[in-house]
């Protein structure tokens, strides 16, 4: 039978362990030492950060934000790399295709969840080592301030009679996907209208060129400040501190939630010491206070999921877009 000994080779092995007895003890001392797991250099040089949107734009700031705090927290630059296109596909299926070792991450957006359902693009979440969410942008409905719609329910009344137009980021966005979400729960219907960015549709709305729009909250609160807008509901499960006082969809009978969340992910399969050194990284790098302050002044939530976390959360939103937007 297959690795079978013989007596005779019983018996040479046993002489022969007999004749090496003296060396037991050192041999012993010498094997844990070459079997020892070697101390990780990890990282060693510069890390590249990709960014699927133009220099500028929420996720490129936030992105920089995070790689100034993370390349102090690991010792080494952060280059962040700016690789726009096809709704953030372009870098996605970029970064899919790297190296798993550590020296190429990028930021996350929730189009992660959504690109395979809106455009078909070749992005699943098990594509990818999910190291941490880092940012969460709370969607808000709202209309201008000369608009006849004091409610949230007002508006979704009116949208079971009459034609009503709402703005948002472009097409297949996450906030076209929430007006979307929103118009389903009401009963209603609206006629989606989308723009160049979040900005120019608040400013649409302002405008009175639509009937309202949804933008991240963080996008409305300079005309929530200053009166040109109104925002009816915040989509989120709290008050959003830059919006006192305005309610939660969920408050006003409608349990909508949606964000735009944000994170950074890596190529699938990093080895156990570089995955275990980047989330660390991330997770100190969100906890300081150069990053939540920056966060906060953007109208966002530092909101942190750990590696774990994220990956059951990125899996739940994509099996949510994928009924929702499929």
């Known amino acids: 039978m297959k690795h079978t000994r013989t007596m005779a080779g019983l018996a040479a092995a046993a002489v022969l362990s007999i004749a090496l007895a003296g060396c037991t003890v050192r041999a012993a001392d010498t094997d844990t030492e070459t079997d020892a797991a070697p101390v990780s250099t990890y990282p060693d040089k510069p890390i590249t950060l990709i960014v699927q949107a133009n220099p500028g734009g929420g996720s490129d700031l936030s992105s920089r934000a995070l790689a100034d705090q993370l390349s ?40 992660l969840a959504m690109l395979k359902t809106t455009q078909n693009a070749d992005v699943l979440p098990e594509y990818y080592d999910l190291l941490g969410q880092i940012m969460l ?42 007006a979307k979400a929103i118009a389903i729960e009401s009963g209603g219907e609206f006629i989606n209208v ?7 549709a608040v400013a649409a709305a302002i405008g009175s060129q639509i009937d309202a729009v949804v933008s991240g909250a963080g996008e409305a609160k300079a005309g929530h400040a200053d009166g040109t807008l109104r925002v009816l509901a915040v989509l989120h499960d709290e008050e959003h501190p830059d919006l006192p006082g305005v309610p939660t969809a969920t408050d006003a009978g409608y349990p909508v939630e949606f964000g735009g969340w944000g994170g950074i992910y890596a190529p699938a399969g990093l080895p156990d010491d570089v995955h275990t050194a980047l989330e660390s990284g991330i997770e100190t790098a969100v906890a300081s206070e150069a990053y939540t302050g920056f966060q906060k ?27 929702l937007l499929g």
């Not at 726009?84 to 996605?92: E, I, K, M, S």
């Not at 989308?194 to 120019?200: C, R």
């Open 137 to 178: 942008a709370p969607g808000a409905i709202s209309v201008g301030a000369d608009s006849p719609y004091e409610t949230l329910e007002q508006l979704l009344e009116a949208s079971k009679t009459e034609p009503i137009t709402v703005g948002n980021s472009g097409a297949g966005s996450i906030w076209e996907a929430a």
């Open 297 to 323: 002044n953007a109208g966002n939530l530092v909101v942190y999921r750990n590696s774990a976390d994220w990956t059951t959360f990125v899996d739940e939103q994509f099996t949510r877009f994928s009924e």
């Open 72 to 111: 102090t927290v690991l010792g080494v630059d952060i280059i962040v790399e700016n690789r726009p296109g096809a709704g953030g596909a372009t870098a996605l299926e970029y970064v899919a295709d790297l190296p798993a070792d550590g020296y190429t991450i990028g930021f996350g957006p929730v189009e």
């Open 194 to 200: 989308p723009h160049e960015g979040g900005a120019p």
